[in-house]
């Protein structure tokens, strides 16, 4: 196999393939089936993210999956993005429906006529309201396994507060999920940018996205959070009263963790030229035991490995790996599919007390006494999160550059990508052009300005139009 | 409120309405909208069935929601089924498509022709695999909230064997799984009967299906589980090669608990005139705290209040409701909204050292010390699943009937409903005439024999055609 940073467009096909995350051969276009060894993963990726939702006060709902269409006409900005990605509903067996139904982009349109039914007074707020479902997007551009299809997993929470004090609050919230998820728990660094002006979420005020990088130096947007101000509670009439009597318009938020393109960033980012590596509390199997068989001791070896799965099942996602296949193609099995705890028991082993113990990460290996292998795990589980964590970091440090022209973005992107830090004239409707020249030139795209803040560029000027430039914005090449 | 035994009808519209399940002002004809009070239930009780079918084997997959209209057509009996009751697709964007594609009603069409492609050799089987997702059926007949509506939830397995001992195995373990979470879990009575032949899922050789019956008498079909036989192994070619070297057609099974339909049960056979009423670990809040403040007293009840949630808050899903309503409302509503566990802390409970505790079930009160709250409601909220399990199967038990003619089968019916155990000719295809004649003189749906199997009828005569009977089956009159 390729290794993901020499040749990752090769590995990533490669991965998806031979360890079995995604079938491609759906008889459907921009459709994909995803496979139990994906799945099991992004099923316990739902179950982090809901947890931490519903920690913070948001409950769960299911709206419906269709939208009339006259919904989706109510947000002007809205419509005109959405409109021509959607798929339409038209015919149920074999009657002509007589009025049109999208399947939903996205939700607002579903949720927001129902939250101007339930909120009245302030006692109705704040209401934070997810749900993790699918959502389908007639994509034109060629589609990517996990990263883009017509159809994809992800969870949407769209919350309603009586001030933007509160919604700005809510958005940080949502930024801090994601540094304590997609970060902390999954190993994925990424910046949260403010997207420039032309490039916010169809009818939002700011947009904020966090943005990976993949082995390649290019990004990928992770989870994005909007400020929609009162634009839809305008189009929509989501309003309140307030203490002193007046209705007011409410403000509110919507933040998009897409399960599919994190689940993406987290095999891209944590693989290597033998196959998937996973966090230890992600992995479907966390523990292979695979017995070294001769001829002749199966009988010692076998019930020996097979008390010693029962044993570490209490603990851990446990698997006896008894197939007929050789040791050696067992080991390259459950490296390929990610597997962070290998254990061998041969004849040797057992003789000893002692198992071989081998992480998937590093290739280390040790010998550990059997009766200590549960507290050893456990230690060793947290271990490889944590080194997960620190290398994934540090690649991505090494991928944040800066330049001053269009020429020094460009051989900066040409060497491996990455994230580069360059002085615009400003991140307004009116720097749209300049954008566009860095796309033209180089394949560009620029990102916005980190939420978190920075200096102000002094005395430089801006990469696409050569004027006074104001503020420092993020070039990459995107995905 | 009505009580859920003397007009079902008009307290189940009150209680969906009152406790805030489902909002029916969505405006599309046939979709609802899963409230928050409904869909952390149904959270809940997908985890758990999750759960228990990783358990026993199957892995979880996500396969698309659309489907070619050339796959439904694969398979004759269940295209006939199903094709007069989908959603076609047959727009994106602007554009028209060249193929309409189907909004899956079950995913048999879409999960077959991908299990062909990765099923060779003994050792692919046995494979089960299933999937927590969305359904959409056109239909016709009058939709009530969670029982009948366009789009529900649910999950469906699809399971692959070399043979058919195995696949008749796995209906009993789907049986069983059924009994383990419906019953012993959510408190919900059922019979599984086999249906009969004219009544099976379109393709499948058998059909059986968990059966509850509502207060009104009238039965609801919970979770379905078919033996496919080799029919659309036939169809969609899924094929492995035997040890004897020749190529067999597998053996498939199918199992569909519909979470929506199981919340609806859940909340019929547990109600009562005051509302909802939850089994302690599917509650959205297990422990309410109700301060009991008087005039100057705030100072005192609310700190204490507020430090008894947080403790409690270690072991239980608890609130403190601190709205400014008043004792008796909060009574009411807590009452209203299912909350097993409601407690009360006045001033004279703080003095004396002691918590009013009141369970929601039976609405019995009992003065706890404060610091023996957490193993109290531990042990209580045993109790009240138990309780609710109790009284579940010995109402459930009152409505199992006999009957030897149709008027008898008609006056069961008609005081009360239930499960009216019937002599019929014969379960197969010539015994239709004999079930029509049935539904057309009472209303009575016959729902097949019982599963675990039962005595012959001896000298009876078939209630529709008068000749001798074969076999006992069952009527009821159905949601």
Chains 1, 2 share one sequence.
């Not at 800066?402 to 580069?420: M, N, Q, R, Y």
């Not at 009116?430 to 394949?443: F, T």
Request: glycine residues 6%.
């Amino acid at each position: 196999m390729d290794t993901p940073k020499e040749n990752f467009s090769e590995w990533y096909n490669s991965i998806i393939k031979d360890a079995r995350l995604c079938d491609l051969r759906y008889n459907l276009k921009g459709f994909v089936v995803i496979e139990p060894n994906a799945a099991d993963v992004m099923g316990r990726m739902y179950r982090i993210y809901e947890d931490a939702l519903e920690l913070r006060g948001h409950r769960k709902a299911y709206f419906p999956s269709l939208i009339h269409e006259k919904n989706l006409e109510t947000e002007k900005e809205h419509v005109e993005g959405f409109a021509p990605e959607v798929f339409w509903v038209t015919e149920a067996g074999k009657n002509k429906l007589e009025e049109r139904m999208l399947m939903r982009p996205t939700s607002e349109t579903a949720i927001y006529p129902m939250y101007a039914l339930w909120i009245n007074g302030k006692s109705d707020l704040p209401l934070k309201i997810y749900q993790s479902c699918q959502v389908w997007r007639y994509e034109t551009k060629a589609t990517k396994p996990f990263i883009r299809t017509r159809e994809f997993h992800w969870i949407e929470a769209h919350d309603v507060f009586a001030t933007e004090a509160e919604a700005l609050a809510q958005i940080d919230e949502d930024m801090q999920m994601a540094e304590d998820i997609i970060h902390d728990s999954f190993g994925i660094p990424f910046i949260f940018f403010k997207r420039p002006q032309w490039d916010k979420f169809a009818g939002a005020v700011d947009t904020f996205a966090a943005d990976t990088l993949l082995p390649d130096g290019k990004t990928l947007q992770l989870p994005s959070t909007h400020n929609l101000g009162t634009n839809f509670a305008k189009s929509f009439g989501i309003k309140y009263m307030d203490d002193d009597g007046q209705e007011k318009y409410a403000h509110q938020t919507t933040y998009g963790p897409c399960i599919s393109r994190i689940f993406a960033a987290l095999i891209a980012i944590h693989g290597d030229s033998k196959g998937l590596i996973l966090p230890f509390h992600l992995a479907n199997v966390q523990v292979a035991i695979i017995p070294i068989i001769r001829k002749g001791n199966e009988e010692k070896i076998l019930p020996f490995a097979r008390e010693l799965e029962a044993t570490l099942s209490k603990s851990f996602r446990t698997k006896l790996d008894d197939s007929d296949n050789t040791p050696g193609f067992k080991y390259n099995y459950w490296e390929l599919n990610g597997c962070p705890v290998r254990i061998e028991v041969g004849e040797r082993d057992i003789d000893s007390g002692r198992a071989m113990v081998a992480r998937r990460d590093t290739g280390e290996k040790s010998q550990v006494p059997f009766e200590e292998l549960p507290a050893y795990i456990e230690e060793l589980g947290k271990q490889i999160n944590d080194s997960l964590i620190r290398k994934a970091d540090s690649d991505f440090a090494a991928l944040q550059k800066s330049a001053d022209t269009l020429e020094e973005l460009k051989s900066a992107l040409d060497s491996g990508g990455g994230f580069v830090k360059v002085p615009f004239c400003s991140d307004k409707m009116e720097a749209e052009a300049c954008a566009e020249k860095a796309k033209d030139y180089c394949s560009a795209n620029i990102r916005g300005s980190k939420h978190e803040g920075e200096e102000k560029p002094e005395g430089k000027k801006c990469i696409g139009c050569g004027k006074e430039a104001t503020i420092y914005l993020y070039a990459a090449r995107q995905y």
